[in-house]
């Protein structure tokens, strides 16, 4: 039997299963704090390190950069000198001879560079517009500007493609040994004039008289980008000359391009917007210079003609994102692309360096470590189950299992149990207690059989006194509830015979109105002119008035009628309803039965106020309705008839303190929650104090000195046994009260039974 008993032993969770996804669960949410807090570390520690990087890669590049630049002027500087120590020199000599050993005036008018003794290769070529007159000032400036240009350019060349003086009028010097021949074959009408390099030496258009570099240019020949160091030479306060370089662009712009960090390219530009390099919008042959603030990416830059809209208004805001920032803050944030901008400015030109890196590069850098963490994490807590599942199985799961197969038969009632008592650990010793237990259970159960059986024929005994005690005690509560329903059926049939007295009275007024000696006085007129009925009816002024009055008086009694037969009606409702309440509080005190049927709530509303009218009347209470259609509710009829008549009656007297013309009774029906129907009751007289309002329902409790108590307390019972309730309200003394009746639409009884 015991056996039996073991295998029907219901299925339970594994301990250790359910201790194991329990610590699973907590060591994966701390694998996962960790794995979050390491990645915002790491991340973290990325972003500084690349921010740093930022910043040391765009100050190396830049000063790597700048060196040309900051070597051209250097270069300028010692050449002007060396130009104008040269220009003083010479204008205390003649240097006629010097000027026509080495030019020679053409049939174009130009002066240039004797043939038969020139070589581009090696000397400077010169190069003058017709119309200069060439009086001794210019021929020794143009000398001075040829020497020096020979000893200086040579070694310059290393470095700088070109190297050339122009003085003011237009001519100029130059060295050039990969155009050898330029300066010779150039055409007469040629103008340098023309060129930014000679406007930046103007006194005009350089005041400090520093030198300055052009805008970026491209020679179209050679397709090559260059820009033009331009420096001027006053020489007594008085403008003579302006040195050049050009440095060509291309590998400049290569670098910036393609040598970049993992992940960030690099941007080169003046501070007026004129682009110089970008790695996806690289300018093409013959198409100018790409201007970044006046192409912002907008359709209507018909001048963008490089990137994509979306690329040209992402490099203007980068450009207006780096003017705006301080020159101490070499790396800022670019939140609105998620980037990061590392900023320098070359020394010279003054062009900005820029290095453009995604924060998204940072974060994939610190979400692969994390992705590391988690998925050594993940394989940790997997092999820590695995050890943590086969040590709480061997351990702890089999000896439990043992203890709920003991369990299972001492329920059966088996207590010969044998459990591992060998253990030294908390589970042996709990085995040896169970031992323990199963041994005092069996000896308690024998002794508890032994006393049960004494104890069945002490029950018996006091079972029949017990039954002795109980027959009286419901004959005395048949007494007690006979005396109840006896107080409510005479309080209720009370308040429905004065409405009954009050219907007798006016039928009996409507009949004492009635104007039947004026009948009788015509009855007698008539007789009296039998003989000449006719003539009297036509000729006589009393004759004439007799069809009217009897027409009159024929529609007045046809009204009195009509009165005394609606009167006659309520007497006879309410002897009808006297009846029913007589024969519900006898069914009541003779069964429990309840009688259900289908109501129309209005109609039972229009009756109790009905009952109610005489006294209503008589206390010159104003009624309002607000009656909202509701289905039928199934329920007995007479007992809510019962609790509104009772309601309003209360209401009623409430509002004797009020005076005459200001008393109003609200009736209200309407739905409430699904399936329950509220009927309330409103008054505007005495009210409820706060207190009052959990003892009104008390059987016996009455605020009025001729009440008995009975009323509402019957009332809250028969809401209840209808399966509903009874609530009052009140703000106050004084202020009136609401009494609300809630009905469900189908009994909770039928409800059950209709769903069972």
Not at 157 to 182: D, K, M, Q
Not at 607 to 617: E, M, T, V, Y
Request: net charge negative.
């Amino acid at each position: 039997m015991a056996r039996q008993h073991e295998s029907h032993i219901p299925a339970r969770s594994s301990l250790a299963r359910s201790t194991l996804i329990s610590m699973g669960v907590r060591i994966a949410v701390i694998i996962a704090l960790t794995t979050f807090f390491s990645y915002l570390h790491i991340f973290y520690t990325l972003r500084e390190e690349a921010l740093a990087q930022l910043k040391r890669n765009v100050t190396e590049r830049s000063q790597r950069e700048q060196a040309l630049f900051v070597l051209a002027e250097d270069n300028h500087a010692a050449m002007k000198g060396a130009l104008a120590e040269r220009i003083r020199t010479l204008s205390q000599e003649d240097v006629d001879t010097r000027f026509a050993s080495l030019f020679v005036l053409r049939p174009d008018g130009t002066i240039r560079n004797r043939p038969e003794r020139f070589d581009g290769t090696r000397m400077p070529g010169v190069f003058v517009p017709p119309g200069v007159t060439a009086d001794a000032d210019f021929r020794r400036r143009l000398v001075a500007a040829y020497e020096v240009t020979a000893e200086y350019a040579p070694a310059f060349h290393v470095r700088f493609s070109n190297t050339g003086v122009i003085l003011t009028e237009g001519a100029i010097a130059g060295y050039w040994p990969e155009g050898a021949n330029y300066f010779m074959d150039l055409d007469a009408s040629f103008s340098l004039k023309d060129f930014e390099y000679y406007a930046l030496g103007l006194p005009a258009n350089n005041p400090r008289r520093a030198s300055a570099w052009t805008s970026i240019y491209e020679d179209p020949p050679s397709q090559t980008w260059m820009v033009t160091l331009a420096t001027p030479l006053d020489v007594d306060g008085r403008h003579v000359a302006t040195i050049t370089h050009d440095l060509l662009l291309n590998d400049l712009m290569a670098r910036t391009i393609n040598n970049h960090m993992p992940g960030a390219y690099n941007i080169l530009f003046r501070d007026d917007g004129q682009l110089i390099a970008h790695p996806e919008m690289k300018m093409r042959s013959g198409e100018g210079v790409y201007d970044i603030l006046k192409n912002t990416g907008t359709p209507e830059d018909a001048a963008a003609y490089v990137g994509t809209p979306g690329q040209r208004a992402h490099l203007h805001a980068i450009f207006e994102g780096v003017k705006k920032h301080s020159p101490d803050q070499p790396v800022l944030e670019f939140p609105e692309y998620d980037e990061l901008l590392a900023v320098d400015r070359l020394k010279g030109p003054g062009w900005l360096m820029v290095t453009v890196l995604s924060e998204q590069v940072v974060s994939a850098g610190a979400f692969q470590a994390a992705r590391y963490v988690l998925g050594f994490g993940v394989a940790s807590l997997l092999l820590e189950l695995a050890i943590m599942y086969w040590v709480l199985k061997q351990q702890i799961s089999r000896p439990l299992l043992g203890f709920t197969r003991a369990t299972a038969r001492l329920e059966a009632g088996d207590f010969d149990v044998q459990l591992e008592t060998s253990r030294g650990d908390e589970l042996g010793q709990l085995a040896n207690a169970f031992q323990r237990m199963a041994e005092e259970i069996h000896r308690r159960e024998e002794a508890l059989r032994q006393a049960n059986e004494g104890l069945e024929q002490r029950v018996e005994d006091r079972t029949r006194e017990l039954q002795d005690v109980h027959r009286q005690l419901v004959e005395t509560a048949r007494q007690v509830g006979r005396a109840e329903i006896a107080t409510n059926v005479l309080h209720n049939v009370g308040n429905v015979l004065n409405s009954v007295l009050t219907s007798t009275l006016l039928a009996r007024e409507r009949l004492a109105a009635l104007k039947l000696e004026s009948l009788q006085k015509l009855s007698e007129l008539l007789e009296s002119h039998r003989s000449d009925l006719s003539a009297f009816l036509t000729q006589d002024e009393r004759g004439k008035n007799t069809l009217p009055f009897l027409i009159r008086l024929g529609k007045h009694m046809e009204d009195e009628r009509r009165e005394l037969q609606t009167l006659l009606g309520d007497i006879s409702r309410h002897t009808e309803h006297i009846g029913s309440i007589v024969k519900l509080q006898q069914r009541y005190a003779r069964t429990p039965q309840q009688m259900f049927e289908p109501v129309q709530l209005g109609e039972l509303v229009e009756d109790a106020l009905r009952i109610n009218q005489a006294a209503l009347g008589r206390h010159s209470v104003q009624v309002e309705r607000h009656l909202a259609d509701v289905p039928p509710v199934e329920t007995e009829k007479h007992k809510v008839l019962m609790i509104l008549v009772n309601l309003i009656s209360n209401a009623k007297y409430a509002m004797d303190p009020v005076p005459p013309g200001q008393r109003l009774l609200t009736v209200s029906l309407a739905s409430s929650t699904p399936g329950r129907i509220l009927i309330e009751v409103r008054d505007n007289g005495v009210g409820i104090a706060p207190e009052m309002l959990t003892r009104i329902f008390q059987y016996g409790f009455t605020t009025r000195s001729e009440g008995h108590g009975f009323g509402l307390h019957s009332s809250a019972l028969a809401a209840q046994e209808l399966g509903g309730s009874l609530r009052a309200n009140s703000p106050g003394p004084g202020q009136g009260a609401t009494f609300t009746l809630e009905l469900p639409l189908v009994p909770e009884q039928r409800s059950e039974r209709a769903s069972a």
